[in-house]
């Protein structure tokens, strides 16, 4: 059973920046999509930033340029991190930390095209002046 603990949100002005972590336990597959949705108030989850098992990621339009995705793998966990800069009031929301097995379409989640199901809690991320 795949167990997910997301960390680093928080409030920060526009223009600041954070680091949300998510440690992931019990997955153990060799090919993978990974990544980051987030729910902005009022508004359907969507995809901020995957990474499948070759290393290869996307983004969403609205981070491009400003956020950056990476995975930390050892035998027994893997950890994702998603760096976020230059945050603006629209990056509000839960992030959530996602992943399944298998990549196919996984780059296409984060352009509104499918999902991937949900493993951590979720960590709040508010950008407010």
């Known amino acids: 059973q795949v167990q997910a603990v997301e960390s680093g949100g928080g409030s920060v002005q526009p223009g600041g920046s954070l680091r949300l972590s998510c440690v992931v336990s019990g997955f153990t597959y060799s090919n993978f999509c990974m990544g980051w949705f987030r729910q902005a108030p009022g508004k359907e989850r969507a995809g901020v930033a995957v990474?499948?098992?070759?290393?290869?990621?996307?983004?969403a339009d609205t981070v491009k340029g400003r956020f950056t995705l990476t995975l930390s793998k050892d035998t027994a966990e893997h950890t994702l991190y998603l760096d976020m800069t230059g945050l603006k009031v629209d990056d509000t929301g839960m992030y959530y930390c996602?992943?399944?097995?298998?990549?196919?379409?996984?780059?296409?989640?984060?352009?509104?095209?499918?999902?991937?199901?949900?493993w951590g809690q979720g960590t709040q991320v508010t950008v407010s002046s």
């Open positions: 996602a992943g399944s097995r298998g990549d196919w379409q996984c780059h296409e989640t984060v352009r509104g095209y499918g999902a991937l199901p949900i």
């Open positions: 990474i499948t098992s070759d290393g290869v990621t996307s983004y």
